[in-house]
């Protein structure tokens, strides 16, 4: 299990309301054994890759803090794709400077920007790689046809697309990166929606094991392919330890087609 940035403001937004409550949340993610920190500039903006520093750094040896380029925050309820070759190139030496990082271990091009051939996009991080900046590449937000496109240019090691029991519009994509040997990380990975409401299949399911329906959730996602790296969000302790719960909860064949069908 990964672990995703959820100590900024509302929708991603300036400050976390409690500063010393959100590096304690970081800290106690790391002391639970989550090797794995995904976050992007465009969160504060700036702001959850200062604090993962702030509360992290010297960074204990195993774990890999991931991040975003591309997406731009002009206003609160506003992201804006800039995937130039120039601004990603700025982006990742901010990014760099914010962890307090030599290299970034996994660098995600945040959203593909159909004013710039995703070519271009990929190919300057391919030179922040070859410089030594990142070390490994990943896509996000991208259909099979984009995929393909930037593993010509690039070795691509993850693909992050919103993916839950609601969403399954990545699934061909998950097959391939399965089949390629890439990680899929699913963001929004929790949104069940009227599939939790009560008496529902995902309710009994959870009922059944003790659970909550959002552990069963996450438990499907595990199931549903080696590839997969959830990233749950959290904003609490509580709420952390509810998530890394859900590891240990083991569908039936049953149980997996049920929800898979829903």
Not at 23 to 45: E, N, Q
Not at 137 to 161: F, M, T, W, Y
Not at 178 to 189: K, L
Request: hydrophobic fraction near 40%; charged fraction near 20%.
């Amino acid at each position: 299990m990964a672990q995703s940035e959820r100590h900024v403001g509302q929708n991603h937004w300036g400050p976390p309301t409690d500063e010393g409550e959100a590096i304690a949340l970081l800290r106690r993610v790391v002391d639970k054994g989550v090797t794995f920190i995904d976050t992007a500039d465009s969160y504060g903006p700036g702001i959850s890759e200062m604090l993962i520093a702030k509360a992290l750094y010297p960074y204990p040896a195993g774990l890999m803090v991931a991040t975003k380029g591309g997406l731009t925050r002009p206003g609160a309820d506003r992201w804006v794709a800039d995937c130039r070759p120039e601004h990603l190139r700025r982006a990742c030496a901010d990014s760099l400077r914010r962890l307090r990082l030599e290299r970034i271990e996994l660098y995600q091009l945040h959203a593909v920007d159909h004013r710039i051939p995703i070519e271009d996009s990929v190919g300057a991080l391919v030179d922040l790689q070859r410089d030594g900046k990142i070390r490994h590449i990943g896509v996000s937000n991208v259909s099979e046809r984009e995929l393909a496109r930037a593993r010509a240019v690039a070795k691509i090691v993850s693909v992050q697309n919103c993916y839950n029991l609601r969403d399954r519009s990545s699934d061909g994509l998950i097959d391939m990166c399965a089949g390629a040997g890439m990680a899929f990380i699913p963001w929004y990975p929790l949104a069940a929606g009227g599939l939790a409401s009560p008496n529902s299949p995902l309710a009994q399911i959870a009922q059944s094991h003790g659970a909550m329906p959002s552990q069963i959730a996450l438990a499907w996602l595990l199931q549903r392919s080696p590839a997969m790296l959830p990233i749950p969000g959290t904003s609490s302790i509580a709420h952390l330890e509810e998530n890394l719960a859900s590891v240990s909860i083991r569908l039936s064949a049953d149980e997996f087609r049920t929800l898979a069908s829903l």
